[in-house]
Protein backbone atom coordinates (compact mmCIF):
# COMPACT_ATOMS: atom_id res chain seq x y z
CA UNK A 1 0.00 0.00 0.00
CA UNK A 2 1.16 3.43 -1.23
CA UNK A 3 0.09 6.95 -0.27
CA UNK A 4 -2.25 7.22 -3.35
CA UNK A 5 -3.89 4.14 -2.03
CA UNK A 6 -5.16 6.05 0.64
CA UNK A 7 -8.44 7.96 0.73
CA UNK A 8 -8.02 11.43 0.23
CA UNK A 9 -11.10 13.71 1.07
CA UNK A 10 -11.25 16.97 -0.89
CA UNK A 11 -13.19 19.21 1.04
CA UNK A 12 -10.72 18.70 4.12
CA UNK A 13 -7.97 20.17 2.21
CA UNK A 14 -6.69 23.68 2.93
CA UNK A 15 -6.92 25.03 -0.50
CA UNK A 16 -10.37 24.40 -0.32
CA UNK A 17 -11.40 25.08 2.79
CA UNK A 18 -9.77 28.75 1.87
CA UNK A 19 -12.19 29.26 -1.06
CA UNK A 20 -14.99 29.09 0.66
CA UNK A 21 -13.86 30.65 4.37
CA UNK A 22 -12.26 33.61 2.86
CA UNK A 23 -14.94 34.67 0.60
CA UNK A 24 -17.86 34.06 2.91
CA UNK A 25 -15.87 36.17 6.05
CA UNK A 26 -15.02 38.84 3.44
CA UNK A 27 -18.84 39.69 2.36
CA UNK A 28 -19.69 39.41 6.07
CA UNK A 29 -17.06 42.33 7.05
CA UNK A 30 -18.22 43.95 3.87
CA UNK A 31 -21.22 44.83 5.72
CA UNK A 32 -19.51 47.61 7.77
CA UNK A 33 -19.73 44.81 10.97
CA UNK A 34 -16.35 45.41 13.04
CA UNK A 35 -16.25 41.83 14.23
CA UNK A 36 -17.65 39.23 11.72
CA UNK A 37 -19.73 36.42 13.01
CA UNK A 38 -18.07 33.41 12.83
CA UNK A 39 -20.93 31.35 13.87
CA UNK A 40 -23.19 32.54 11.09
CA UNK A 41 -20.05 32.00 8.91
CA UNK A 42 -18.96 28.32 9.89
CA UNK A 43 -22.78 26.96 10.34
CA UNK A 44 -23.73 28.72 6.85
CA UNK A 45 -21.07 26.60 5.16
CA UNK A 46 -21.92 23.42 6.45
CA UNK A 47 -25.53 23.83 6.71
CA UNK A 48 -26.45 20.98 4.43
CA UNK A 49 -24.62 18.26 5.99
CA UNK A 50 -26.14 19.77 9.40
CA UNK A 51 -29.61 19.16 8.39
CA UNK A 52 -28.38 15.54 7.25
CA UNK A 53 -26.86 14.65 10.61
CA UNK A 54 -29.41 15.95 12.63
CA UNK A 55 -32.09 13.73 10.35
CA UNK A 56 -29.96 10.41 10.91
CA UNK A 57 -29.66 12.07 14.81
CA UNK A 58 -33.44 11.72 15.03
CA UNK A 59 -34.09 8.09 13.53
CA UNK A 60 -31.18 6.89 15.91
CA UNK A 61 -32.95 8.28 19.20
CA UNK A 62 -35.89 6.88 17.85
CA UNK A 63 -34.86 3.60 17.28
CA UNK A 64 -33.42 3.69 21.33
CA UNK A 65 -36.78 4.54 22.18
CA UNK A 66 -38.08 1.67 20.10
CA UNK A 67 -36.28 -1.01 22.33
CA UNK A 68 -37.88 -0.87 25.66
CA UNK A 69 -41.27 -0.73 24.13
CA UNK A 70 -40.44 -3.74 22.27
CA UNK A 71 -39.56 -5.72 25.14
CA UNK A 72 -42.44 -4.37 27.26
CA UNK A 73 -44.74 -6.08 24.52
CA UNK A 74 -42.48 -9.06 24.80
CA UNK A 75 -42.59 -9.72 28.50
CA UNK A 76 -46.16 -8.68 28.39
CA UNK A 77 -46.82 -11.50 25.55
CA UNK A 78 -45.25 -14.20 27.60
CA UNK A 79 -46.69 -13.14 30.81
CA UNK A 80 -49.94 -13.32 29.04
CA UNK A 81 -49.63 -16.77 27.32
CA UNK A 82 -48.29 -18.37 30.89
CA UNK A 83 -52.06 -17.56 32.31
CA UNK A 84 -53.71 -19.25 29.15
CA UNK A 85 -55.85 -22.45 30.41
CA UNK A 86 -56.31 -20.65 34.12
CA UNK A 87 -58.10 -17.57 33.44
CA UNK A 88 -61.07 -18.20 31.15
CA UNK A 89 -60.96 -15.44 28.27
CA UNK A 90 -57.53 -13.88 27.94
CA UNK A 91 -56.56 -13.06 24.61
CA UNK A 92 -52.71 -12.55 24.04
CA UNK A 93 -50.51 -12.10 21.07
CA UNK A 94 -50.10 -14.61 18.80
CA UNK A 95 -46.58 -16.55 18.23
CA UNK A 96 -45.80 -14.56 15.33
CA UNK A 97 -46.33 -11.14 16.44
CA UNK A 98 -43.80 -12.23 19.46
CA UNK A 99 -41.09 -13.07 16.64
CA UNK A 100 -42.04 -9.76 14.75
CA UNK A 101 -41.03 -7.98 18.21
CA UNK A 102 -37.87 -9.74 18.69
CA UNK A 103 -36.58 -9.20 15.17
CA UNK A 104 -37.62 -5.35 15.97
CA UNK A 105 -35.66 -5.56 19.32
CA UNK A 106 -33.00 -6.93 17.01
CA UNK A 107 -33.01 -4.44 14.59
CA UNK A 108 -33.53 -1.33 16.13
CA UNK A 109 -30.13 -1.18 17.88
CA UNK A 110 -28.91 -2.06 14.48
CA UNK A 111 -30.50 0.67 12.88
CA UNK A 112 -29.07 2.92 15.38
CA UNK A 113 -25.92 1.60 14.92
CA UNK A 114 -25.60 2.52 11.45
CA UNK A 115 -27.07 5.89 12.08
CA UNK A 116 -25.34 7.00 15.25
CA UNK A 117 -22.05 5.89 13.51
CA UNK A 118 -22.69 7.26 10.06
CA UNK A 119 -23.38 10.82 11.77
CA UNK A 120 -20.46 10.72 13.86
CA UNK A 121 -18.41 10.63 10.65
CA UNK A 122 -20.23 13.20 9.20
CA UNK A 123 -19.88 15.01 12.02
CA UNK A 124 -16.43 14.60 12.79
CA UNK A 125 -15.74 15.87 8.99
CA UNK A 126 -17.85 19.23 9.87
CA UNK A 127 -15.96 19.79 12.50
CA UNK A 128 -12.45 19.19 10.62
CA UNK A 129 -13.48 21.42 8.31
CA UNK A 130 -14.28 24.41 10.56
CA UNK A 131 -11.22 23.65 12.75
CA UNK A 132 -8.83 23.95 9.71
CA UNK A 133 -10.66 26.80 7.73
CA UNK A 134 -10.04 28.78 11.08
CA UNK A 135 -6.31 27.45 11.53
CA UNK A 136 -5.46 28.58 7.76
CA UNK A 137 -7.58 32.12 8.71
CA UNK A 138 -5.29 32.35 11.46
CA UNK A 139 -2.30 32.13 9.90
CA UNK A 140 -3.02 34.33 6.56
CA UNK A 141 -3.81 36.83 9.42
CA UNK A 142 -0.23 36.61 11.12
CA UNK A 143 0.63 37.28 7.73
CA UNK A 144 -0.66 40.38 7.24
CA UNK A 145 -0.79 41.66 10.78
CA UNK A 146 0.30 45.45 10.67
CA UNK A 147 3.10 46.43 13.05
CA UNK A 148 0.98 47.83 16.06
CA UNK A 149 -1.22 44.50 16.10
CA UNK A 150 2.11 42.70 15.95
CA UNK A 151 3.24 44.03 19.08
CA UNK A 152 -0.15 43.44 20.81
CA UNK A 153 -0.10 39.57 20.18
CA UNK A 154 2.33 36.72 21.05
CA UNK A 155 3.74 33.81 19.39
CA UNK A 156 2.21 31.93 22.59
CA UNK A 157 -0.85 33.50 22.06
CA UNK A 158 -1.38 32.17 18.04
CA UNK A 159 -0.19 28.83 19.29
CA UNK A 160 -2.90 28.61 21.97
CA UNK A 161 -5.48 30.26 19.15
CA UNK A 162 -4.22 27.47 16.12
CA UNK A 163 -3.84 24.04 18.76
CA UNK A 164 -6.47 24.68 21.59
CA UNK A 165 -9.48 26.98 20.61
CA UNK A 166 -9.69 25.69 16.51
CA UNK A 167 -10.45 22.17 18.50
CA UNK A 168 -12.78 23.26 21.15
CA UNK A 169 -14.87 24.05 17.96
CA UNK A 170 -14.23 20.82 16.55
CA UNK A 171 -15.12 18.92 20.03
CA UNK A 172 -18.67 20.87 20.15
CA UNK A 173 -19.33 19.76 16.48
CA UNK A 174 -19.31 15.68 17.93
CA UNK A 175 -22.18 16.74 19.84
CA UNK A 176 -23.95 19.75 18.36
CA UNK A 177 -27.41 17.89 18.10
CA UNK A 178 -27.42 16.53 21.42
CA UNK A 179 -27.90 20.40 22.26
CA UNK A 180 -31.64 20.57 20.97
CA UNK A 181 -32.41 16.60 20.92
CA UNK A 182 -31.41 15.99 24.47
CA UNK A 183 -33.90 18.04 25.94
CA UNK A 184 -36.86 16.43 23.31
CA UNK A 185 -35.63 13.11 24.19
CA UNK A 186 -35.81 13.77 27.93
CA UNK A 187 -39.80 14.77 27.49
CA UNK A 188 -40.18 11.49 25.57
CA UNK A 189 -38.84 9.11 27.77
CA UNK A 190 -40.38 11.06 30.92
CA UNK A 191 -44.16 10.98 28.60
CA UNK A 192 -43.15 6.79 28.40
CA UNK A 193 -42.28 6.59 31.45
CA UNK A 194 -45.87 8.18 32.50
CA UNK A 195 -47.64 5.38 30.59
CA UNK A 196 -45.53 3.31 33.66
CA UNK A 197 -45.82 4.53 36.49
CA UNK A 198 -48.58 7.62 36.15
CA UNK A 199 -47.79 10.31 38.92
CA UNK A 200 -44.78 8.63 40.22
CA UNK A 201 -43.33 10.27 37.10
CA UNK A 202 -43.47 13.80 38.26
CA UNK A 203 -41.38 12.82 41.55
CA UNK A 204 -38.38 11.78 39.24
CA UNK A 205 -38.88 14.96 37.45
CA UNK A 206 -38.80 17.02 40.81
CA UNK A 207 -35.85 15.65 41.17
CA UNK A 208 -34.12 16.23 37.83
CA UNK A 209 -35.13 19.78 38.06
CA UNK A 210 -33.32 20.10 41.16
CA UNK A 211 -30.27 18.52 40.59
CA UNK A 212 -30.74 20.77 36.88
CA UNK A 213 -29.29 24.04 38.33
CA UNK A 214 -26.60 22.80 39.86
CA UNK A 215 -25.07 21.30 37.02
CA UNK A 216 -25.72 24.52 35.70
CA UNK A 217 -23.42 26.29 37.96
CA UNK A 218 -21.10 23.50 38.30
CA UNK A 219 -20.50 23.80 34.00
CA UNK A 220 -20.33 28.05 34.43
CA UNK A 221 -17.46 27.55 36.97
CA UNK A 222 -15.97 25.14 34.94
CA UNK A 223 -16.02 27.38 32.13
CA UNK A 224 -14.71 30.59 34.39
CA UNK A 225 -12.05 28.51 35.33
CA UNK A 226 -11.08 27.64 31.39
CA UNK A 227 -10.75 31.07 30.70
CA UNK A 228 -8.52 31.64 33.84
CA UNK A 229 -6.25 28.60 32.38
CA UNK A 230 -6.01 29.93 28.47
CA UNK A 231 -4.70 33.14 30.08
CA UNK A 232 -1.84 31.51 32.19
CA UNK A 233 -1.56 28.89 29.12
CA UNK A 234 -0.80 31.70 26.72
CA UNK A 235 1.98 33.66 29.13
CA UNK A 236 3.52 30.27 29.69
CA UNK A 237 3.92 29.36 25.63
CA UNK A 238 5.26 32.73 25.61
CA UNK A 239 7.71 32.62 27.85
CA UNK A 240 8.95 29.35 26.38
CA UNK A 241 8.90 30.27 22.88
CA UNK A 242 10.76 33.60 24.41
CA UNK A 243 13.71 31.60 26.23
CA UNK A 244 14.08 29.06 22.75
CA UNK A 245 14.76 32.33 21.04
CA UNK A 246 17.01 33.94 23.00
CA UNK A 247 18.62 30.30 24.76
CA UNK A 248 22.08 31.24 23.16
CA UNK A 249 21.84 35.43 25.34
CA UNK A 250 20.26 32.89 28.09
CA UNK A 251 23.61 30.75 28.50
CA UNK A 252 26.11 33.73 27.96
CA UNK A 253 24.62 35.83 30.41
CA UNK A 254 24.06 33.24 32.74
CA UNK A 255 20.04 34.05 33.21
CA UNK A 256 18.94 30.33 33.49
CA UNK A 257 17.83 30.58 36.74
CA UNK A 258 15.58 34.10 36.60
CA UNK A 259 14.01 32.65 33.34
CA UNK A 260 13.19 29.18 34.46
CA UNK A 261 11.49 31.00 37.74
CA UNK A 262 9.74 33.02 35.56
CA UNK A 263 8.35 30.24 33.76
CA UNK A 264 7.86 27.70 36.40
CA UNK A 265 5.79 30.85 38.32
CA UNK A 266 3.14 30.95 34.95
CA UNK A 267 3.33 27.12 34.94
CA UNK A 268 2.47 27.05 38.96
CA UNK A 269 -0.57 29.36 38.68
CA UNK A 270 -1.66 26.66 35.46
CA UNK A 271 -1.08 23.65 37.84
CA UNK A 272 -2.95 25.30 40.38
CA UNK A 273 -6.60 26.25 38.32
CA UNK A 274 -5.87 22.26 36.99
CA UNK A 275 -5.93 21.42 40.26
CA UNK A 276 -8.91 23.08 41.39
CA UNK A 277 -10.59 22.22 37.60
CA UNK A 278 -10.17 18.40 38.87
CA UNK A 279 -12.06 19.10 42.03
CA UNK A 280 -15.01 20.82 40.59
CA UNK A 281 -14.70 18.12 37.82
CA UNK A 282 -15.30 15.44 40.53
CA UNK A 283 -18.18 16.99 41.72
CA UNK A 284 -19.96 17.67 38.40
CA UNK A 285 -19.57 13.45 37.84
CA UNK A 286 -21.04 12.98 40.72
CA UNK A 287 -23.77 15.14 40.15
CA UNK A 288 -24.10 13.48 36.97
CA UNK A 289 -23.51 10.04 37.18
CA UNK A 290 -25.74 9.95 40.81
CA UNK A 291 -28.84 11.70 39.31
CA UNK A 292 -30.42 9.11 37.34
CA UNK A 293 -29.88 6.55 40.11
CA UNK A 294 -31.55 8.86 42.56
CA UNK A 295 -34.53 9.98 40.29
CA UNK A 296 -35.11 5.96 39.83
CA UNK A 297 -35.15 5.34 43.79
CA UNK A 298 -37.41 8.32 44.56
CA UNK A 299 -39.70 7.47 41.47
CA UNK A 300 -40.09 3.48 42.12
CA UNK A 301 -40.23 4.07 45.79
CA UNK A 302 -42.97 6.95 45.83
CA UNK A 303 -44.86 4.52 43.50
CA UNK A 304 -45.01 1.61 45.37
CA UNK A 305 -45.56 3.48 49.02
CA UNK A 306 -48.42 4.70 47.57
CA UNK A 307 -49.94 1.04 47.20
CA UNK A 308 -49.16 0.27 43.85
CA UNK A 309 -47.65 -2.43 42.59
CA UNK A 310 -45.49 -2.89 39.36
CA UNK A 311 -45.91 -5.76 37.19
CA UNK A 312 -42.65 -7.12 35.55
CA UNK A 313 -43.27 -5.89 31.97
CA UNK A 314 -43.65 -2.27 33.49
CA UNK A 315 -40.78 -2.35 36.20
CA UNK A 316 -38.31 -3.64 33.01
CA UNK A 317 -39.99 -1.28 30.76
CA UNK A 318 -39.60 1.80 33.36
CA UNK A 319 -35.53 0.33 33.89
CA UNK A 320 -34.99 0.62 30.65
CA UNK A 321 -36.37 4.00 30.21
CA UNK A 322 -34.33 4.83 33.35
CA UNK A 323 -31.37 3.61 31.88
CA UNK A 324 -31.96 5.88 28.77
CA UNK A 325 -32.41 8.44 30.58
CA UNK A 326 -28.83 8.68 31.74
CA UNK A 327 -27.08 9.85 29.25
CA UNK A 328 -28.98 12.52 28.08
CA UNK A 329 -29.15 13.85 31.83
CA UNK A 330 -25.01 13.61 32.56
CA UNK A 331 -24.21 14.62 28.58
CA UNK A 332 -26.56 17.49 28.88
CA UNK A 333 -24.63 19.74 31.16
CA UNK A 334 -21.34 18.74 29.93
CA UNK A 335 -22.50 19.95 26.61
CA UNK A 336 -23.30 23.15 28.27
CA UNK A 337 -19.43 23.24 29.06
CA UNK A 338 -18.31 22.25 25.68
CA UNK A 339 -20.47 24.63 24.19
CA UNK A 340 -19.35 27.83 26.81
CA UNK A 341 -15.64 26.34 26.20
CA UNK A 342 -16.38 26.46 21.98
CA UNK A 343 -17.80 30.40 21.99
CA UNK A 344 -14.98 31.26 24.52
CA UNK A 345 -12.91 30.17 21.90
CA UNK A 346 -14.15 31.46 18.70
CA UNK A 347 -14.89 35.03 20.67
CA UNK A 348 -11.01 34.90 21.27
CA UNK A 349 -10.31 33.86 17.28
CA UNK A 350 -13.04 36.60 16.27
CA UNK A 351 -11.02 39.15 18.44
CA UNK A 352 -7.70 37.67 16.43
CA UNK A 353 -8.76 38.02 13.08
CA UNK A 354 -10.35 41.88 13.82
CA UNK A 355 -6.97 42.88 14.51
CA UNK A 356 -5.94 45.82 11.78
CA UNK A 357 -3.67 44.69 8.42
CA UNK A 358 -0.81 46.39 6.99
CA UNK A 359 -1.75 48.78 4.60
CA UNK A 360 0.64 47.38 1.60
CA UNK A 361 -2.69 45.91 0.01
CA UNK A 362 -3.79 45.26 -4.26
CA UNK A 363 -3.90 48.97 -4.09
CA UNK A 364 -0.04 49.70 -3.54
CA UNK A 365 0.97 47.81 -6.63
CA UNK A 366 0.57 48.44 -9.97
CA UNK A 367 -0.02 46.11 -13.14
CA UNK A 368 1.99 47.68 -15.08
CA UNK A 369 4.80 47.28 -13.48
CA UNK A 370 7.03 44.13 -14.86
CA UNK A 371 6.79 40.52 -12.28
CA UNK A 372 9.47 41.42 -9.61
CA UNK A 373 10.15 45.11 -10.17
CA UNK A 374 10.18 47.03 -6.56
CA UNK A 375 9.22 50.47 -7.03
CA UNK A 376 8.49 53.42 -4.86
CA UNK A 377 7.71 56.57 -5.75
CA UNK A 378 7.38 59.63 -2.97
CA UNK A 379 5.98 57.39 -0.24
CA UNK A 380 5.15 58.51 2.91
CA UNK A 381 4.94 55.49 5.81
CA UNK A 382 4.20 55.28 9.31
CA UNK A 383 5.00 53.29 12.04
CA UNK A 384 1.80 53.97 14.62
CA UNK A 385 -1.58 53.08 12.46
CA UNK A 386 -3.08 56.04 14.99
CA UNK A 387 -1.83 58.75 13.60
CA UNK A 388 -0.82 60.79 10.62
CA UNK A 389 2.46 62.40 11.37
CA UNK A 390 4.95 60.05 8.90
CA UNK A 391 8.30 58.13 9.98
CA UNK A 392 9.62 58.47 6.30
CA UNK A 393 8.66 60.56 3.63
CA UNK A 394 9.48 61.47 0.04
CA UNK A 395 10.92 58.04 -0.68
CA UNK A 396 11.53 57.09 -4.16
CA UNK A 397 13.85 54.51 -5.45
CA UNK A 398 13.51 51.12 -8.21
CA UNK A 399 14.97 47.60 -7.48
CA UNK A 400 14.70 45.88 -10.42
CA UNK A 401 15.24 41.19 -11.11
CA UNK A 402 18.95 40.87 -11.42
CA UNK A 403 20.32 44.03 -9.63
CA UNK A 404 21.59 44.35 -6.28
CA UNK A 405 20.17 47.66 -4.56
CA UNK A 406 22.05 49.03 -1.04
CA UNK A 407 20.52 51.14 1.45
CA UNK A 408 23.06 52.71 3.10
CA UNK A 409 22.76 55.42 6.09
CA UNK A 410 24.02 55.76 9.46
CA UNK A 411 22.23 54.74 12.99
CA UNK A 412 18.66 55.50 12.97
CA UNK A 413 18.87 57.00 9.33
CA UNK A 414 15.64 54.78 8.82
CA UNK A 415 17.51 51.66 6.95
CA UNK A 416 15.28 49.33 8.51
CA UNK A 417 12.07 51.17 8.13
CA UNK A 418 12.29 51.20 4.38
CA UNK A 419 12.25 47.45 4.78
CA UNK A 420 9.35 47.00 7.05
CA UNK A 421 7.66 49.53 4.63
CA UNK A 422 8.42 47.26 1.43
CA UNK A 423 7.29 43.69 3.58
CA UNK A 424 3.81 46.03 4.84
CA UNK A 425 4.95 45.80 8.87
CA UNK A 426 4.62 49.96 8.07
CA UNK A 427 1.23 52.27 7.48
CA UNK A 428 1.10 53.20 3.66
CA UNK A 429 0.65 57.25 4.26
CA UNK A 430 1.24 58.05 0.20
Not at 68 to 78: F, N, S, T
Not at 355 to 375: D, I, K, N, Y
Amino acid sequence: MVEKDMYTEPTVSTPYLVSTFEPAYAAEKAKGVEKPDLKRIIIRGNIGMLFFTGLLYVISQACSLAGPLLLQRIVRGLNCRTLVGVVPGVQCESKGELYYYCIGLFLAPAIQSLCENHQQYLLYLVGTRMRNSLMAAIYRKCLHLSNSSLQEESTGRVVTLMSNDAQKLQDVMMAIHAMWGSPLYIIAILVLLYQQVKWATFVGLGIMLLLGPMSGKLAAKLGSLRREILQWTDKRVGYMNEVIQGIQMIKFYAWEVPFADKVQSARSQEARILRTTAYWQGIFGLVLFTGPVMVAIFCFGSYTLAGNTLSNADAYTALSLFSLLRFPMSFLPMLITMVVNALVALKRIGNFLARSESSLGEEAHSASHPVGVVRIKDGEFSWDDKTEKSTLRGISFEAKPGTLTMVVGGVGSGKSSIIGALVGHMRWVQ
